[in-house]
């Protein structure tokens, strides 16, 4: 247990649970890192905190200045705690198809919050562009500029990546990632690489996204569109550059339902859509070379954030998507099979 003066303190040093049911399938030892005990209830609180610290260490950032940044949702709920942790003031700007729950806790945490219509990246007013564009207006603006800022997978090399080796006293084969910004599976890839060069970093890329078709053709390109948040990306930035990958799978929506719902189910464990996302690569990662393998993912986030579309039948009506779990026995004879869809570094 810790005892601390700030929340901010208290970010990091989270707990490594064993989703027994899929380890059992499996033959594997199937582990998730649960970010949701950090005190913004997401792995977003690492980062958020590396990238305060040192843009005040390096004097652009002083107390009473507002900190811009441009979210999905979690970035922005860790960059407010961790502003007001420091006297310092939050600002996000946020699509506006994003989760209702991510929005509450935005503003709960004393931030403003500006909504922008969901647009391409070259729209300039994309979320992204706007946030730029505010923090350019005024002297006590500061943009956190989380894609291309580098504290973000510091925070992971510094934190996430040592955490996870002492867990699994180094005895882990397999790290599974999605990735939004890239830091994550940056940092996390990089430490643990340098711990042992043959541990695999495997990546779980959803529909939407462009960075499955970037690693196996080295072009951004997407199919379809996922109900997860912040994940995913269609540009080369600057923390994903430095993630080191040896595999990667694109995993639809249908998935996430079906484990959600059994995991709920056996383990009493409610994971958000990420999350799902994750624990659906470490599937595909086990069956295709387990068993014996010990697998480490990210419990991204509370699951209560993904209440309003994960958990919400009528959305998932709307959007075509599966409804009713798949016997998980027809998901594991599906990804015994689909081997072929698996990217390898060669």
């Not at 919050?113 to 207006?137: C, G, I, M, S, W």
């Not at 940092?187 to 643990?192: D, H, I, K, P, V």
Request: hydrophobic share 35%.
């Amino acid at each position: 247990m810790q005892v601390a003066k700030r929340s901010a303190e208290l970010i990091g040093k989270t707990d490594l649970l064993r989703l027994n049911s899929l380890s059992e399938l499996t033959g594997c030892d199937i582990w998730v890192k649960l970010e949701s005990q950090n005190p913004g209830g997401s792995i977003k609180d690492r980062a958020a905190l590396q990238i305060i610290q040192d843009a005040m260490a390096r004097g652009e950032l002083k107390p009473g200045m507002t900190v811009v940044e441009g979210t999905a949702g979690n970035t922005g709920i860790g960059l407010a705690l961790v502003a007001r942790s420091f006297g310092l003031n939050m600002l996000a700007v946020m699509p506006n198809d994003q989760s209702k729950e991510k929005e509450r806790m935005i503003t709960l945490h004393g931030a403003q919050l500006k909504t922008v219509d969901p647009v391409p990246f070259k729209n300039e007013n994309h979320f992204y562009h706007t946030a730029r564009r505010l923090a350019e207006q005024r002297d006590d603006y500061w943009w956190a500029n989380q894609f291309e800022n580098t504290s973000n997978a510091k925070a992971h090399y510094r934190t996430t990546g040592p955490e996870i080796w002492e867990q699994t006293n180094g005895n882990i084969d397999i790290l599974v990632s999605v990735a939004g910004t890239g830091g994550t599976i940056a940092g996390t890839s990089q430490y643990l690489k340098e711990r042992n060069e043959k541990v695999q970093i495997w990546l779980a890329d959803p529909d939407g996204s462009g960075i499955y078709s970037f690693l196996k053709t080295g072009e951004y390109v997407s199919h379809g569109s996922s109900f997860t948040e912040g994940i995913g990306i269609m540009r080369l930035v600057e923390n994903f550059k430095q993630a080191r990958i040896d595999a990667a799978v694109n995993l639809p929506d249908d998935d996430l339902v079906t484990l959600s719902r059994y995991i709920v189910e056996e383990e009493g464990l409610v994971l958000g859509s990420s999350s799902c996302l994750n624990v659906a690569g470490a599937l595909q990662a086990a069956l295709l070379h387990g068993p014996g393998k010990t697998i480490v993912t990210f419990a991204c986030d509370l699951g209560e954030r993904s209440a309003s579309k994960l958990y919400n039948l009528d959305y998932l009506t709307q959007r075509g998507a599966r409804t009713e779990a798949e016997p998980i026995q027809a998901l594991l004879n599906r990804y015994r099979e689909q081997g072929d869809k698996v990217w390898y570094k060669q």
